[in-house]
């Protein structure tokens, strides 16, 4: 049988109240050797000075019936009598000591207190004074006993009503969580709580955005890498076909041939990216930091980019200042690689790029500005988004796929850099990395 939160709520609290019944009275059911002395003692005083103000017998008997109704019996007795004898001697003998003038306890127990009270006269005899209380003690706990079953009844139908009211909110999550694990992404939670749930189904509500906007991204990523796998793939698959049938000139076979390899390349690139990009999303990338010249390293990715950029007459500025840097080398090479292609990529031809380095006491600043096509301003947030490409139609035919500049951002926020960037159509795009400099304490 499922154990279910109600049930559990219910079972806790009748089993509280039982234990605290069954504790209650075995500490009442103790025995009552001891009562509050004083006050018997008290009672018993005032019972003799009443018994003494009354001369006539008859009316002393009177009021020793009476006081009988209440359990208090009382009895004259000399030092001869036999009530005595159930009762200790040094007692007995205080009892009649002339010395002793006012009202003790002589025994206690059983429910039941003797106090002894000295002859107030020489005439008259002491007052042996017994007082019942047992019945007390038994309408005490008959009252205790029903006030808790009392307590337990009604306290047990209240907290079933409860929690009922405490368990909603969980089975509304629960089932809002089969809802989600069956695939519906858009189940939200409405409440006006203000309480522990309302902050769990808050995180729940939380949690389920998040998950869509991941569900999303992940369709995109399919579609995105689908599309661009489809379109060389069609490419290689419809020229190969045609070459295979001979419908193609023997004079034109090495055009389409040398198509089929630039497919292959864009593939391939395609490959590489997707790989580089899953392992820098996850945990187990090799990150190996290195310590070397910053400003070498921008220099030997310019000359490594010389056949595209001398192709174009693009005039390339250096401006760069000696700096040790302790990054991974090869990563950062990678992020150099892609701004400085994206800027001779989009630059047009006699077009310039000017690389700088600026250096703070904090950060070290390196800007890549071309004299490029530029980035419309409402394109700008997006760029730095997987398989985004401002111009399809142009990235398509530049050999793009809107990966690099993912890839550059993965990079940097790994090195805790960040990357900035400021363009305008047909001015130009500047890329700013910011990398901090470690400080120094002396």
Known sequence: M????????VATFIGIVIVSLILSFILNMQPQEKTPNHTMVTIA????????????????KTSLNIFARYGLIINSVNEQSELLASLPDDKVHELFNGNTTEAFMMSNKDETAIVGVPRMNEEKNALLIKIN????????????????????????????????????????????????ASGDLTVRLKHHKQDEFGELMDSFNHMASELQKIDSVRDDFVSNVSHEMQSPLTSIRGFTRALQDGVIPLEEQKEHLDIIYEETLRLSRLSDNLLRLASLDSEHHPFNLTTFHLDEQLRRTIVLAEPQWAHKNIKIELDLLPYEIKVDKDLFEQVWQNLINNAIKYTGPDGFIHVAMVMSASVVKVSIRDSGQGIPEEAIPYIFDRFYMVDKARSSAL???????????????????????????GEGTKFTVTIPRPSTTS
């Not at 005032?46 to 009316?59: G, M, V, W, Y």
């Not at 008959?142 to 409860?162: A, D, K, N």
């Not at 890839?407 to 940097?412: A, F, N, Q, T």
């Open 2 to 9: 499922r154990k279910s939160l109600r049930l559990r709520i």
């Open 45 to 60: 005083e005032d019972i003799a000075t009443i018994i003494n103000l009354i001369d006539e017998p008859e009316k002393v």
């Open 399 to 425: 050999k793009g796929n809107g990966l690099g500049l993912s890839i550059v951002i993965k990079i940097l926020k790994l090195h805790d850099c960040t990357i900035d960037v400021e363009s305008k159509v």
């Open 133 to 180: 209380f047992s019945s007390i003690f038994h309408n005490v706990k008959r009252t205790l006993f029903i006030s808790l079953l009392t307590v337990l009844v009604i306290g047990s139908l209240l907290i079933m009503f409860m929690s009922g009211y405490i368990v909603k909110p969980i089975k509304r999550l629960t089932l809002a969580a089969k809802k989600m």
